[in-house]
């Protein structure tokens, strides 16, 4: 009886041990993900309700970005800024501008930008917020973004 019972627990271990080498197989066998750098917004305006982050990421070819969430924003979305008639505007991103077809994705002022909307607190210099995206084949990545006047 105890002897049953010791050994279906062990087997019962195995089995754990083996889905948590699957995981991790599988996870390097999607080319092991991403590397974000560069993460930073500008401080905000002690009246603004929007801010918009930047990143330079590093993913597998036609990985693509498909969410961005922040504690600092009431809500997000992944914008464009685009010339149009001498006027700076922004709409959100297509599917194509969201892909990193040679792997890489850059999020800049004047292009690409996570909005961050809603915003809870003014961003102020020197500051910290935590971000997280979302890539379609690396996942969800946890970044800490800077706030830099710059
Ligand atoms: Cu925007």
Redesign the pocket.
Same mark, same amino acid.
Request: glycine letters at 0%; proline letters at 0%; charged letters at 10%.
């Given at each position: 009886m105890n002897k049953t019972s010791t050994m279906s627990k062990t087997s019962t271990m195995s089995k754990t041990l083996t889905v948590i080498v699957a995981v991790a197989t599988l996870a390097a066998g999607c080319g092991g993900g991403a590397s974000i750098d560069d993460v930073w917004a500008r401080p905000s305006p002690p009246t603004a309700e929007?801010a918009?982050f930047y990143f330079t990421a590093t993913v597998d070819e036609g990985d693509r970005l498909v969410a961005a969430e922040s504690p600092a924003c009431g809500r997000t979305?992944l %914008?464009i800024?685009q010339m149009q008639d001498g006027l700076m505007t #922004?709409r959100p991103a297509d599917t194509g501008q969201l892909t990193a077809s040679d792997g890489t994705l850059v999020l800049e002022p004047g292009g690409l %930008?996570v #909005?961050c909307m809603q915003l809870v607190a003014p961003l102020v210099e020197g500051d910290e917020v935590d971000l997280t995206v979302t890539f379609e084949q690396a996942g969800e990545i946890d970044l800490t973004v800077s706030i830099e006047d710059r």
């Open positions: 929007n918009a979305e %914008h800024s #922004m %930008h #909005m």
